[in-house]
């Protein structure tokens, strides 16, 4: 849903066959296209025992695979909350996964950026920095990772590439998503939870609880009022490893700010570094983790006390 | 599944900030990759009424999503064969939708193709060529048509871009989703009903039943013995408006052979023109066309009769 039109035009004509045996195919690459559309599938449950959805969205780089199951094949978040009793609804942001992707830089500002198995290692704390190496052997996660490391390079044929650059768009098919869902909780991972927490600014009356997942610097509260999000109770829940981490460092400090700000405003924020709970060696991702379950509890037990979730 | 390791070597490195206030990333193009899987997600019944669970494979430029709602937003044949009492499977080809993509011209052979509303439009027989118009309002369908021509821009929501010269690689991975799910019946929709033919030569002791729609020319039967899928019954539906169309005018005689060396030797082979059996004004995309669970009806009720299914 939420696709705008665009027309190219002045590209020249190529002639394409599609298949041997089939004419070629004059393909005109002007014309009309469908950009910025964003791919939602729910499921929803013939007798939820929760009053709000969840809606799912993932991190930059990922689609909606994110939630389903684990790279080592346990049964993901969606059919843990959907044991829970919500109704859920898990997207793929616009650019993608099936939400599709337009041409560059005709429609999109800038190139691709694919990740390489070596960047996810490291960038999301399997392993820290120098630890990866091709040969899957040999290389070195946390001694107390709970990444299901044999399986790495079958999470690695999740992910998806990206843009930098298209951020407004991806929000604006969100914030659309939310009009059409109406009231509803948002998980987000990453990237998502930056999209998560705009979307409840500007829908405080159809979010009705955002948790952020390891949320990158965004919303900041010297230059945006955190005043909107007073009834959205927020949570921010923090994987392992990030301390001494150069890319992570600025996560928590940017975020605690987006926090004290929401308390400030008299809202409710909490804040969960998972490791201080007794959960020790997450990575970035905690939905795939081998005790993926008792991070998903940690949320649901969260959602349960929000008086205004029942 | 399904994915390979490639690795990328001398690409220049470059710096990439993802989010304002996060440190630039060095971003390495080189390094290793994961290439060719494909994306399944199945629902299983917890008591399947069929044997044997269906595969549903799409067409080019297009993803799973084609079976799953139609444009206008009713249930998709993906519910309506559940309904029927099988298992599904429904994948996202390599290089289509979740099953990700990757860098051109280093890992892909070549640039990408985008559809454009009219090439679908007109490709598609949603009206005959020369009846689109930018303007939806002024589009000219066919008379007949049982597309759900107000939602078409809609329906171009769902199309993805692809490549031409993957074949062997997207069918690997269709191949090997064949070996891991055991026997089965796969319905394909244009490229995906060749994919589905193929595989049937390959592994006719898992694949129980192909159902072909509007299929492009693919095995010779001057080149290809199709004496291995003579345990496999075929069927082959063809939707409206193909006569006089030069683009579509290859596609019914080069099947035909195939049906033909089937029958000769000693298969099963079923050939059925939807407008000959009183459904008039399908488009290619008779899986969301108005009558579309007549359709799928027509599928079901050929599968009931195969003896080897029960």
Same mark, same amino acid.
């Given at each position: 849903m939420g696709g705008q039109n665009v027309t190219l035009q002045g590209l020249p004509v190529e002639e394409i066959v599609f298949a041997p045996g089939v004419p070629p195919v004059k393909t005109d690459p002007n014309g009309e296209f469908e950009v910025g559309q964003t791919y939602t599938q729910f499921v929803k449950l013939s007798a939820p025992s929760k009053r709000y959805p969840i809606l799912f969205w993932h991190g930059g780089g990922m689609a909606g695979t994110t939630w389903e199951t684990t790279p080592d094949g346990r049964p993901g978040w969606v059919m843990f909350f959907l044991h829970k009793g919500y109704d859920v609804y898990v997207s793929d942001s616009a650019e993608r996964g099936r939400a599709s992707w337009a041409r560059y830089p005709e429609i999109y500002p800038s190139d691709p950026v694919f990740r390489s198995k070596k960047e996810a290692w490291e960038l999301f704390r399997i392993g820290p920095p120098g630890s990866y190496a091709a040969n899957p052997s040999e290389r070195k996660a946390y001694e107390d990772t709970q990444f299901p490391v044999d399986y790495f390079d079958h999470f690695a044929d999740q992910m998806v590439p990206r843009w930098i650059g298209n951020n407004a768009m991806i929000q604006r098919a969100y914030d659309l998503l939310v009009q059409r869902v109406g009231p509803c909780i948002v998980i987000g991972h990453s990237q998502g939870a930056k999209f998560a927490q705009q979307a409840a600014l500007r829908a405080p009356e159809k979010i009705k609880a955002v948790v952020s997942l390891d949320? $990158? $610097?965004?919303?900041d509260p010297d230059k945006t009022s955190a005043a909107p999000a007073r009834s959205v109770p927020h949570l921010f829940v923090w994987s392992d490893h990030q301390e001494g981490n150069p890319f992570w460092m600025p996560f928590q400090p940017a975020q605690k700010k987006w926090h004290d700000a929401i308390v400030a405003a008299n809202g409710t924020a909490d804040w969960i570094v998972l490791s201080r709970i007794g959960l020790k060696g997450n990575s970035y991702l905690m939905m795939m983790d081998r005790n993926s379950d008792a991070v998903a509890e940690v949320i649901s037990q969260w959602l349960d006390r929000q008086p205004s979730l029942r």
């Open positions: 949320s $990158p $610097p965004g919303l």
